[in-house]
């Protein structure tokens, strides 16, 4: 069973940055940070395979948020620019023991962590 600890989360005006950290206490083939605001389902923000660093990124945060790796850490990080109201949401991290289906997915993941708020006043 891995375990997976979320930080950085808190509250920014609309433009400001803060950086999400994930700390997983074994390996896992792929990480992934999700999002779920109030009233809407949980979407896939961003994922990174620890083989090789390759990435995707959800399109409505495309060019404003960054998802990066520390494998001795066992850690990603989801660095988040530009921040927008649209953005609020608790964020979660997700890890996955292989490297099928679609990243996005919620089922492709094995493991959750319990999330961090992000909140983004105008």
């Known amino acids: 069973q891995v375990q997976l600890v979320e ?3 808190g509250s920014v005006q609309a433009g400001g940055s803060l950086r999400l950290s994930c700390a997983a206490s074994g390996y896992t ?3 992934a940070w999700f999002r779920q605001a109030p009233g809407k389902e949980r979407e896939g923000v961003a994922r990174i395979h620890f083989s090789g660093g390759s990435t995707d990124i959800a399109d409505s945060v495309k060019g404003r948020f960054t998802i990066s790796q520390d494998n001795a850490k066992n850690t990603i990080y989801l ?4 921040l927008k ?3 609020t949401a608790m964020y979660y991290c997700a890890a996955a023991k292989g490297s099928t289906g679609h990243w996005a997915r919620q089922d492709s993941y094995d493991y959750w962590g319990r999330g961090t708020q992000v909140t983004v006043s105008s």
């Not at 660095?79 to 530009?82: G, K, R």
């Open 7 to 9: 930080s950085g989360g």
């Open 29 to 31: 083939a792929r990480m």
């Open 79 to 82: 660095q988040m620019n530009s």
């Open 85 to 87: 109201p649209g953005d």
